[in-house]
Nanobody, 121 residues
Framework: QVQLVESGGDLVQAGGSLSLSCTAS????????MAWYRQAPGRQRELVAA???????NYADSVKGRFTISRDNGKNTVYLQMNSLKPEDTAVYYC???????????????WGQGTLVTVSS
């Protein structure tokens, strides 16, 4: 079984920065694509940023130039550096990691429990 543990959510003023991390643990062979999603109250969950095993990345238009996703394969960890935060960035942030767990036929998606980011104006 694979678990994702997220950390880094906090209350920050507009214009500030936060760094989120998400670490996979448990019995698995490897990880593949990793991503961060967010869900604001009353809104659907949306993709914020993703990073493939090759290192290529893509971002939502709303965060381009402000957020940076990265990964450390040795630590099975994905990071999200968030700069120039805006009140509209307020949401619960979830990490999503494709893992190949022992006993599974291939990669399956695993979700973290979510970490709250609140940006005050």
């Amino acid at each position: 079984q694979v678990q994702l543990v997220e950390s880094g959510g906090d209350l920050v003023q507009a214009g500030g920065s936060l760094s989120l991390s998400c670490t996979a643990s448990g019995s698995f062979y490897s990880t593949n694509d990793m991503a961060w999603y967010r869900q604001a109250p009353g809104r659907q969950r949306e993709l914020v940023a993703a990073i493939r095993s090759t290192g290529s990345t893509n971002y939502a238009d709303s965060v381009k130039g402000r957020f940076t996703i990265s990964r450390d394969n040795g630590k099975n960890t994905v990071y999200l550096q968030m700069n120039s935060l805006k009140p509209e960035d307020t949401a619960v942030y979830y990490c999503n990691v494709e893992t190949w767990a022992h006993g599974d036929p291939g990669y399956l998606e695993v979700w973290g429990q979510g970490t709250l980011v609140t940006v005050s104006s």
